[in-house]
T-cell receptor, first 113, second 110 residues
Framework: DVKVTQSSRYLVKRTGEKVFLECVQDMDHENMFWYRQDPGLGLRLIYFSYDVKMKEKGDIPEGYSVSREKKERFSLILESASTNQTSMYLC????????????FGSGTQLSVL | AQRVTQPEKLLSVFKGAPVELKCNYSYSGSPELFWYVQYSRQRLQLLLRHISRESIKGFTADLNKGETSFHLKKPFAQEEDSAMYYCALIRGSTLGRLYFGRGTQLTVWP
């Protein structure tokens, strides 16, 4: 059973703090993704990675960076958290291929005060 | 540019009634299309993909290239179908990157 694990279910941070969201998958997937999920806006892709040390910007990368030093781990970094980054963050992984299924983590609800 | 459009944010039906969740896409090539579902307090998960031509939990979806649609249908809705449904698309050149619609919250009343 594929497992995508996000380190925190709930996180509360203050404006200006540096925030790390961690994601680990155990299925040796090449692809990993970070989405944010907001009511009425659906899922928007922040960053994705096709391989170790490789990253690609998604639709809303501003204010975020990522790190993929190991195949199983994909970290999302908020350099200086702002209130408009309060959201549900979803990590996902998949194998390469057009029909590959995305496996999602259970999400991290981040509140920036 | 909005590549996947789900025109209904909310959809309510009674148990036993037919349900159709609409999805339209914009892509000139040959897309791969999917429906993902998120039940309350559960992870987002794949429901079905058009290439498999399968029926999952009684749901089917047919790709209509002429109308650029991939509507999700079920003839008799059940209360346990209540969930958020997302339509998603992979374009041929994007190596696994999914573009999601904004989602439709389905409520099935008893």
């Amino acid at each position: 059973d594929v497992k995508v694990t996000q380190s925190s279910r709930y996180l509360v941070k203050r404006t200006g703090e540096k925030v790390f969201l961690e994601c680990v998958q155990d299925m040796d997937h090449e692809n990993m993704f970070w989405y944010r999920q907001d009511p009425g806006l659906g899922l928007r892709l922040i960053y994705f990675s096709y391989d170790v040390k490789m990253k690609e910007k998604g639709d809303i990368p501003e204010g975020y960076s990522v790190s993929r030093e190991k195949k199983e781990r994909f970290s999302l970094i908020l350099e200086s958290a702002s209130t408009n980054q309060t959201s549900m963050y979803l990590c996902a992984s998949s194998s390469p291929g057009l029909s590959a299924e995305l496996f999602f983590g259970s999400g991290t609800q981040l509140s920036v005060l | 540019a909005q590549r996947v459009t789900q025109p209904e944010k909310l959809l309510s039906v009674f148990k036993g009634a037919p349900v159709e969740l609409k999805c339209n896409y914009s892509y000139s090539g040959s897309p791969e299309l999917f429906w993902y579902v998120q039940y309350s307090r559960q992870r987002l998960q794949l429901l079905l993909r058009h290439i498999s031509r399968e029926s999952i939990k009684g749901f089917t979806a047919d790709l209509n290239k002429g109308e650029t649609s991939f509507h999700l249908k079920k003839p008799f809705a059940q209360e346990e179908d209540s969930a958020m449904y997302y339509c998603a698309l992979i374009r041929g050149s994007t190596l696994g990157r999914l573009y999601f619609g904004r989602g439709t919250q389905l409520t099935v009343w008893p």
